[in-house]
Nanobody, 115 residues
Framework: QVQLVESGGGLVQPGGSLRLSCAASGSIFSINAMGWYRQAPGKERELVAAITSGGSTKYADSVKGRFTISRDNAKNTVYLQMNSLKPEDTNIYYC?????????WGKGTLVTVSS
């Protein structure tokens, strides 16, 4: 059984930084794209950042220049370094990965940006 487990969320002041991690485990033969999404109450889930197995990345306009996505293929892990955080970045962040051609989601980790 494949699982995605996120970690690294929490409370941070505006202007601060957090690093999210998402580790995939289980019977894994291949992982293609990995990414981070976020969803506020009453809103649709939106893409924050994604990275292909080859390392190509894309970002939401709202996080460009502040967030960096990376992955460690040997550890089946994707990271999201979040700098210069703003109150509007407050959300539940979900990890997503295409594993063995199936799309998987983590349970989410809460990021709160507040003074």
């Amino acid at each position: 059984q494949v699982q995605l487990v996120e970690s690294g969320g929490g409370l941070v002041q505006p202007g601060g930084s957090l690093r999210l991690s998402c580790a995939a485990s289980g019977s894994i033969f291949s992982i293609n794209a990995m990414g981070w999404y976020r969803q506020a109450p009453g809103k649709e889930r939106e893409l924050v950042a994604a990275i292909t197995s080859g390392g190509s990345t894309k970002y939401a306009d709202s996080v460009k220049g502040r967030f960096t996505i990376s992955r460690d293929n040997a550890k089946n892990t994707v990271y999201l370094q979040m700098n210069s955080l703003k109150p509007e970045d407050t959300n539940i962040y979900y990890c997503n990965a295409a594993i063995n051609t199936i799309n998987y989601w983590g349970k989410g980790t809460l990021v709160t940006v507040s003074s």
